[in-house]
């Protein structure tokens, strides 16, 4: 808990000088920054894009992709919208992921309008400057580093350090005998960035890490409790890419590991943090950066709306459900004061309810509260969730009971699986929002 207050103690100190140099914020080439004119139209809604099965499949863009973005830059290459891109991807750096976007869609994209799956890890900072092992594929210590991790260490590391550990595959073993070099030190907390490339040694060897307490020159003891601390991002069980079916996400090797671990202690194996879609950190911290947006634009329009369109119903409905939930649970609590301050100034004997002591109130005391009140969810049909047959046209009829593809940690809830809206592709969804907010871009 500590570390999201830091986290959100940052971003409020980010917020707040973005407001105090709103009035002579100059431009810039991010395509963010500029003034609007009176006359112009000015929005009170933001978009949260999903990337794979939304815009790209693979590395192939959906071809209503580019069309789409073309319509929500102006002529300078300004959105005329907040958009912020919100992936479970782990595998680069909110940079590389920005330029492959600009790449793909033709519009200028900032870093900024980013949000990859290990993204919060940044304000973990009790984890900074301790050794943490790094699971993942792609450039996984310059990613760490780059979020504040100071002592890193790969899965590659610990296989060259202890070549025994490594066994199932024939090819890899030792010819030789050899011993442990043990030149690395105790690893003291586990990050799990993405899907890696070779399962067997990841799983193999996070477990031992677990199972020595960070000392792989030791024996495993499996009765010690509690396990080093654990950190996950992306917990996808299944995304798009260009195959015809859907592929293992980094939910699926979340799988393995829980039930190996179980298998093996007879105990549950627990996270200390469970990272992006659906995680409502998330999509907070989403809400801030259209915030952001909005300031940088200096648009004077409270954002009221948010709009999330995805692929997934297990991630990017069920999360959007969920934030769209707490919205109007805080905005229920709210409302519930200024009744209970009324009745009491009328001279009722009317309480002041009190606040629960969840992690949200926690999040929204050390940052500027959401203007947003509700988050709407819209699903497409170009990648995860496909019906390869006419578009439904009644929502609540979509997904009534299925089988539950979300984390272990995430109760199934019907509710929170049924979108807003079920439209064919990214270019029907922005048609469908601007049509309901009546937003006529100039």
């Not at 025994?164 to 030792?174: G, I």
């Not at 996400?249 to 202690?265: A, D, M, P, R, S």
Request: charged share 20%; aromatic share 8%.
């Amino acid at each position: 808990m500590r570390g999201l207050l830091r986290f959100y103690r940052a971003l409020n100190a980010l917020y707040n000088r973005q407001v105090r140099r709103r009035a002579g914020f100059a431009g810039s080439q991010c395509g963010l920054s500029g003034t609007v004119s009176d006359s112009k139209p000015q929005p009170r809604f933001g978009l949260l894009f999903d990337i794979d099965g939304v815009l790209v499949r693979g590395k192939m863009p959906i071809p209503a992709a580019k069309k789409t973005f073309q319509k929500l830059v102006n002529s300078q290459g300004q959105f005329v919208v907040p958009v912020v891109f919100v992936t479970n991807a782990g595998n680069c750096m909110r940079q590389t992921k920005a330029d492959q976007l600009s790449h793909i869609l033709g519009v200028p994209i900032a870093m900024d309008q980013v949000i990859m799956s290990h993204s919060p890890l940044r304000m973990f900072t009790k984890y900074h400057d301790k050794c943490v092992l790094v699971s993942g594929q792609g450039p996984v210590l310059d990613i760490a580093k780059n979020l504040g991790f100071q002592n890193v260490v790969s899965i590659d590391m610990l296989r060259e350090s202890f070549p025994l550990l490594d066994m199932v595959d024939h090819n890899r073993r030792p010819k030789v005998p050899s011993s442990p070099i043990a030149n690395l030190p105790t690893v003291e907390a586990v990050i799990l960035f993405g899907e890696p490339i070779r399962w067997e040694t990841n799983l193999q060897l996070i477990i031992d890490i677990l199972l020595t307490n960070g000392n792989l020159s030791g024996a495993h003891h499996s009765q010690k409790q509690p396990h080093l601390p654990l950190l996950a991002c992306n917990m996808d069980l299944m995304w798009m890419a260009e195959a015809q079916s859907p592929r293992f996400g980094h939910g699926t090797f979340l799988v393995c590991l829980e039930n190996i671990y179980k298998k093996i202690t007879g105990k549950e194996l627990k996270y200390e943090a469970l990272m992006g879609k659906p995680s409502e950190l998330t999509y907070h911290f989403a809400e801030f950066l259209i915030r952001a947006q909005a300031v940088e634009r200096n648009w004077t329009q409270p954002i009221t709306s948010l709009y999330a369109i995805g692929d997934n119903l297990m991630t990017d409905i069920y999360g959007a459900n969920l934030y769209n939930r707490h919205l109007e649970e805080r905005n229920r609590r709210k409302n519930s004061k200024v009744v209970a301050k009324m009745a009491t100034g009328t001279g009722s004997s009317a309480a002041l309810p009190q606040d629960n002591d969840h992690a949200e109130n926690a999040w929204e005391s050390e940052l500027a509260p959401p203007s947003a009140t509700t988050c709407k969810s819209i699903l497409v049909c170009t990648g995860v969730y496909n019906p390869h047959t006419e578009v439904p046209t009644d929502a609540n009829q979509c997904i009534k009971e299925t089988v539950f593809h979300g984390h272990r940690d995430f109760r199934f809830d019907p509710a929170l699986v049924e979108p807003g809206h079920i439209v064919q592709d990214v270019a029907d969804a922005v048609e469908l929002i601007f049509e309901q907010e009546k937003f006529a871009p100039q």
